[in-house]
């Protein structure tokens, strides 16, 4: 069977399953109400422009006018010439959202969580997942079993004596990873984000949180699982996305310790061999992004280890 015919049928099988994916095109900004190819006006429930940004004209603006500035792109790797004026500028608005010290942007979410465990681990670390994880933390942390030889657990899912039993296991570790989503997309459910920090204290573990469903909509001020929780600053790393409430557009970050994004800066392969955010998604997401004069005053940095 050829190389072509043998995806043919893999591809029927999937019709047959029932998991065939089909493309909606639509003809019209996303919004509540969209134009769709083939059935016209419809009502969107399903996208995840939790705060109708994508279209908002204040931020449709922002990205025109960085266009007119910069350019339709950075032509560029960031540590070579293709970083902007405006990537500083969202990054600081970034974590000042968030509550961190710093924070460093990537072409997606799933950009910044397989840019995270590859880099921060090695032989002598181990990351501690739940078992419900989006599969974007799933394959970073696949990436670094194979690239790094990490040791790697799976905690049930939300069972804070599994995760305990884990970590105990776990003493012995140079670095005690734990990784989460903040909102479980698929279950709705949130992390409880209180109980992993106070495990994380007792047994000297690093936390990390995806809060890509969180962001800009869980908290009283939309800052995500850590403002809903009253700990907004005391979250060791918070990965995010820019593709959903924050404008809609690409996009994430890594948010932290500054020594954090400035290592992920020298060694995250993600970050390091791609070019920038375009210009027009960095002046649309930072104008949608709410300006906080807070820091991570709180947050714990991450101790060196030899």
């Not at 969209?34 to 990205?63: D, K, Q, W």
């Not at 997309?185 to 992390?191: C, K, L, N, V």
């Amino acid at each position: 069977m050829s190389f072509a015919a043998r995806l043919a049928s893999e591809l029927d099988q999937f019709r047959r399953d029932g998991v065939y994916k089909r493309l909606n095109y639509l003809a019209s900004p996303q919004a509540a109400r969209v134009r769709m190819e083939g059935r016209g006006e419809v009502v969107i429930l399903s996208s995840n422009n939790y705060l109708g940004l994508c279209s908002t004209p204040a931020v449709v603006e922002a990205g025109q006018r960085a266009l007119d500035q910069y350019g339709a792109g950075t032509g560029s790797v960031r540590f070579i010439c293709g970083t902007f004026t405006i990537h500083r500028e969202l990054e600081a608005a970034l974590a000042r959202f968030v509550g961190c010290e710093s924070a460093l942007t990537y072409g997606s979410c799933w950009n910044a969580n397989e840019g995270l465990c590859p880099t921060l681990l090695g032989e002598q670390d181990i990351v501690i997942s739940d078992q419900l994880n989006h599969a974007s933390i799933i394959d970073s942390i696949r990436l670094a079993k194979t690239i790094t030889k990490c040791q790697t657990a799976v905690y049930r899912h939300s069972d804070m004596a599994d995760l305990e039993e884990r970590l105990k296991a776990a003493k012995d570790r140079r670095l005690r990873l734990i990784f989460s989503d903040g909102i479980f997309s698929m279950e709705g459910d949130i992390a409880k984000l209180p109980d992993i920090a106070a495990l994380a204290r007792k047994y000297d573990a690093v936390v990390a949180i995806d809060d890509s469903h969180a962001t800009g909509v869980l908290g009283q001020t939309g800052r995500g699982t850590a403002e809903h929780f009253g700990m907004v600053g005391e979250v060791d790393i918070i990965t995010s996305t820019l593709g959903k409430a924050l404008g809609g557009a690409a996009g994430g970050f890594t948010a932290g310790p500054a020594a954090l994004t400035d290592y992920l800066t020298q060694r995250s392969r993600p970050q390091l061999f791609s070019n920038a955010l375009p210009p027009t998604v960095a002046s649309a997401t930072s104008s949608s992004t709410p300006s906080w004069s807070g820091g991570c005053t709180k947050t714990r940095a991450i101790s060196a280890r030899s």
